[in-house]
């Protein structure tokens, strides 16, 4: 795991993800905290990317409040952390943290795709079909779908693969009722953020959500939201059919991290001064454009 220089150390860790490190405050509470760690390939690259947890912290919480009228969310509102946290460490992680319920994730991402990329195109081109939903012969790279389709898939462990699989699959796991639920919410949020984006000259093109539950069965929307390391954004102005698209989120660095020679496997490589500036200058344009 790559050091953290925004590790708290007055409260319990109880989880550390991909980007997202996961404290417990009490029994029905968490301290979520966003690091600048980068992963790719679900494997955390060496190298920070400077202000990365800032903005996506920024990004989802501006997200979480313009989707609550869909579903509500995990966020608790004016959390007075200075019981459980020294001043220095309320500080240190000013403005990438948040204060959530404590709720019991679903086991699969909900993912919905507008557009025909990424790890999709690979599925259909091998099979003409993703997550068990057989498509059109004839489709190009980058093609919108005439309808978004819900492709949900497993959540891996760090340093492995998420893996496509069907909605059969996720009803078997958690149920008919539920599985439906959220594959409708899910694209009431896409639908939504899709719109919104549009006005602003920006195209998103697909994205994930994660979604829990708690004790009384509520559903809530948890994790991030419609953040550059969760959703795929294109400029509008020079989106073409067939043509790989520019990314305004991660996927310029997946596009660098093709051209080495690496095997997805960690560790991963490090990455030059310039890819993580313009990384960083990536996630900071996003915000600038959609939550202003």
């Known amino acids: 795991m790559v050091d953290n220089p925004f590790a708290v ?4 860790l109880i989880n550390q993800g991909k980007v997202r490190d996961i404290y417990r405050i ?19 690259l060496p190298d920070l990317i400077p202000d990365k947890g800032k903005i996506l912290t920024s990004i989802s919480n501006f997200w979480f409040k313009k989707t609550n009228q869909i579903i509500q969310n995990h966020l608790i509102e004016d959390f007075d952390l200075t019981n459980y946290l020294t001043e ?20 699969f ?3 919905i795709r507008g557009y025909i990329i990424g790890s999709g195109w690979k599925d259909y081109l091998s099979s003409h079909s993703i997550s068990g939903i057989n498509l059109p012969v004839g489709l190009k ?14 959540k891996a462990k760090v340093g492995e693969h998420d ?34 984006a549009l006005d602003k000259g920006i195209i998103l093109a697909d994205t994930k959500f994660e979604f829990g539950l708690d004790n009384t069965g509520e559903l809530f929307l948890i994790d991030e939201v419609f953040t550059p390391d969760s959703s795929r954004y294109w400029p509008l102005d020079t989106y073409e ?32 001064l310039e890819i993580i500036n313009k990384s960083s200058n990536k996630y900071q344009q996003i915000k600038n454009i959609l939550c202003n």
């Open 9 to 12: 150390k007055s409260l319990p």
């Open 26 to 44: 009490d029994r029905d509470t968490l301290l979520i905290v966003a690091s600048d760690r980068l992963s790719a390939f679900d494997v955390i």
């Open 88 to 107: 220095d460490e309320i500080m240190l992680i000013d403005e990438r943290y948040v204060v959530v319920k404590r709720l019991n994730p679903l086991p």
């Open 109 to 111: 991402e909900s993912v």
């Open 141 to 154: 790279l980058a093609e919108k779908f005439k309808q978004p389709i819900f492709t949900p898939a497993t």
């Open 163 to 196: 893996e496509n699989i069907s909605s059969k699959k996720i009803a078997a796991l958690v149920g008919k009722e539920l599985s439906t639920k959220v594959e409708d919410i899910s694209h009431q949020l896409y639908e939504f953020a899709f719109n919104f």
């Open 241 to 272: 059919i067939g043509k790989s698209p520019e990314s305004m989120d991660k996927q310029f660095v997946r596009d660098y991290l093709e051209t080495l020679d690496w095997d997805k496997k960690s560790p991963g490589p490090k990455l030059p």
